[in-house]
């Protein structure tokens, strides 16, 4: 009795691996066609990425001086400012922002100096 119980287990069990070992053929054969066709999404996607890459670095860099420790410091009312004013620098190039911190005060000052090329016309 127990045997034929036993015997019963290995044969659903060999069923199961004969069915896993199809799936892993048939999953092997899907990657192997995939391979081809995501080499060419990437190729025609090329120049997508790279202008969205460009794209990202500015962003990077914009978030990485918001993030700054020295910023993260600043009172609320400066930190504003130096988000506002960094977020104009982004799309007017010509603004230049930095963080100054005075140790001659009685307490360390930070200040915020804008420097722009204002064009009037």
Same mark, same amino acid.
């Given at each position: 009795m127990q045997r034929e119980k036993l015997h019963d287990d290995c044969k659903v069990l060999q069923a199961e691996i004969s069915d896993l070992k199809k799936q892993i053929v048939r999953r092997r054969k899907r990657l192997r066609s995939l391979r081809p066709k995501l080499k060419q999404v990437v190729k025609?996607?090329?120049?997508?990425r790279r202008?969205?890459?460009?794209?990202?670095d500015d962003t990077n860099n914009f978030s990485q001086s918001i993030n700054?420790?020295?910023?993260?410091?600043l009172p609320d009312p400066l930190y504003v400012l130096y988000s506002l004013v960094l977020a104009y620098q982004q799309c007017d190039g010509t603004t230049d922002v930095n963080v100054c911190k005075s140790k001659? /005060?009685?307490?360390f %000052? /930070?200040?915020?100096? %804008? /420097?722009?090329?204002i064009e009037y016309k």
């Amino acid at each position: 009795m127990q045997r034929e119980k036993l015997h019963d287990d290995c044969k659903v069990l060999q069923a199961e691996i004969s069915d896993l070992k199809k799936q892993i053929v048939r999953r092997r054969k899907r990657l192997r066609s995939l391979r081809p066709k995501l080499k060419q999404v990437v190729k025609s996607t090329d120049p997508v990425r790279r202008y969205i890459e460009s794209q990202f670095d500015d962003t990077n860099n914009f978030s990485q001086s918001i993030n700054n420790p020295s910023i993260a410091k600043l009172p609320d009312p400066l930190y504003v400012l130096y988000s506002l004013v960094l977020a104009y620098q982004q799309c007017d190039g010509t603004t230049d922002v930095n963080v100054c911190k005075s140790k001659s /005060e009685p307490f360390f %000052v /930070e200040t915020i100096d %804008v /420097e722009a090329e204002i064009e009037y016309k």
